[in-house]
């Protein structure tokens, strides 16, 4: 298990677990999200170890997609 999966499995299901000018949502709802987004990156080739640059405005979308790089094993580095 990786520091993202953990994050993610520690929190409580129905609680928030980001708010931001684009909206909220609970642990469980990000939890999947970013299971999601670890597959995407799979699917793209992403390896364990590899680093990926993770460039968007601050959002959901963001931390979705940078703990998605980490859950599928590589290092996300935000820019």
Known sequence: MNAAA???EV????KVAIESDDGSI???QLR???ARAAG???SLG???GDRVLVLALDSIGWVVA???AIWAGGVAVGL
């Open 40 to 42: 995407v990156w799979r």
């Open 26 to 28: 609970t642990y469980a």
């Open 6 to 8: 953990y994050l993610l």
């Open 46 to 48: 992403l390896g364990v």
């Open 66 to 68: 940078y703990l998605g």
């Open 32 to 34: 999947d999200r970013v």
């Open 11 to 14: 929190g409580e299901r129905d």
